[in-house]
């Protein structure tokens, strides 16, 4: 058999076999339960004195019908930070839809947001797992997105985007309560962004890194494990103390290992040190 034949045969018996493997996924969703993963959710809650189910509330009363158990965690754990830890001032990287940045600036409109991301026609947008010398699969943002974008940012008069590649934050000088890393998750950048996280997080302030994959889990189009990796890494060597959560609830998000991503909810543990 020719390897063109092979593949022909392989795809024909897939498409044959498919509906059997749906049913399967299904039935194995159906029976998972999820209750252990909503009581640890809810312990690490109760861990950073947070009230879990107020910050719940709060979060269904800004989204509304698009509150469900597929909402990511990072919404909840930002609603607790700002109604119960007294958090003012937030960088965002990473805007994409403008979904998260608007969110942010109707749970209290004192809160100032900064959000930024690539300019829309950067050929690096949407194409985080491309190496840098690859040609883009694809041109930049699509108009459906940047319309959805000035679409939920146009009312909200806290938030301030701009369009610049987060390795200019290198160069500003500024400081913010809470930090939240959403950019390119592939390294050198997220490294970069971390890097400049640290350094502008306020002395109390709060860091958190969304889509930390498990390090032997899947790969999407937007990278791997390497913010896992990067946030190990820095807890280990005592830079960060770091506060891991589910980044979703729901049986489908958990039924697999490989496709349990987690959010982190850390702070900067170093005190300022002299090298000698």
């Given at each position: 058999?020719?390897?063109?034949?092979?593949?022909?045969a392989r795809k024909?018996?897939?498409?044959?076999?498919?509906?059997f493997?749906?049913l399967?996924?299904?039935?194995?969703?159906?029976?998972?339960d999820?209750a252990p993963?909503?009581?640890?959710q809810?312990?690490?809650f109760?861990?950073?004195?947070?009230?879990?189910?107020?910050?719940q509330l709060?979060?269904?009363s800004?989204l509304?019908?698009k509150?469900n158990?597929?909402?990511?965690?990072?919404?909840?754990?930002a609603?607790?930070l700002?109604?119960q830890?007294?958090v003012r001032?937030i960088l965002?990287?990473?805007?994409q839809?403008g979904n998260?940045?608007?969110?942010?600036a109707?749970?209290?409109p004192?809160v100032?947001v900064?959000t930024?991301?690539?300019?829309?026609?950067d050929?690096r947008?949407?194409?985080a797992t491309?190496?840098?010398?690859?040609?883009?699969?694809r041109a930049?943002?699509s108009e459906?997105l940047?319309?959805e974008r000035?679409?939920?940012?146009?009312?909200c008069?806290?938030v301030?985007f701009?369009?610049l590649?987060?390795i200019?934050l290198?160069?500003?000088q500024?400081?913010?309560?809470?930090?939240?890393?959403d950019g390119d998750?592939?390294?050198p950048?997220?490294?970069?962004?971390?890097?400049?996280?640290?350094?502008?997080?306020?002395?109390s302030?709060w860091i958190?890194?969304d889509?930390?994959?498990?390090?032997?889990?899947a790969?999407s189009?937007?990278g791997?494990?390497?913010t896992t990796?990067l946030?190990d890494?820095m807890?280990?060597?005592?830079?960060l103390?770091?506060?891991r959560f589910?980044?979703r609830?729901?049986?489908?998000r958990l039924?697999?290992?490989?496709h349990r991503?987690?959010?982190?909810l850390?702070r900067?543990?170093l005190e300022?040190?002299?090298?000698?």
């Amino acid at each position: 058999m020719t390897r063109r034949m092979y593949r022909l045969a392989r795809k024909l018996l897939n498409k044959v076999l498919s509906p059997f493997w749906r049913l399967r996924e299904k039935r194995r969703i159906s029976r998972f339960d999820v209750a252990p993963f909503q009581s640890a959710q809810e312990e690490m809650f109760n861990r950073l004195g947070f009230d879990y189910q107020a910050a719940q509330l709060l979060t269904r009363s800004i989204l509304e019908s698009k509150f469900n158990s597929e909402i990511s965690q990072h919404y909840v754990v930002a609603a607790a930070l700002i109604s119960q830890k007294g958090v003012r001032s937030i960088l965002e990287i990473g805007t994409q839809s403008g979904n998260f940045a608007a969110f942010l600036a109707k749970l209290d409109p004192e809160v100032r947001v900064v959000t930024v991301d690539l300019p829309s026609s950067d050929t690096r947008y949407n194409n985080a797992t491309q190496h840098w010398q690859q040609k883009a699969t694809r041109a930049g943002a699509s108009e459906a997105l940047v319309a959805e974008r000035t679409r939920n940012l146009s009312g909200c008069s806290n938030v301030a985007f701009r369009e610049l590649n987060s390795i200019e934050l290198t160069m500003m000088q500024d400081t913010f309560d809470l930090i939240f890393v959403d950019g390119d998750h592939t390294f050198p950048m997220v490294v970069v962004d971390a890097m400049n996280a640290l350094r502008l997080v306020g002395a109390s302030g709060w860091i958190l890194f969304d889509d930390l994959r498990p390090k032997a889990g899947a790969v999407s189009e937007f990278g791997g494990s390497e913010t896992t990796v990067l946030i190990d890494l820095m807890e280990q060597n005592g830079i960060l103390e770091v506060f891991r959560f589910h980044k979703r609830l729901s049986a489908s998000r958990l039924v697999d290992p490989i496709h349990r991503k987690q959010i982190a909810l850390t702070r900067p543990k170093l005190e300022t040190r002299t090298l000698k």
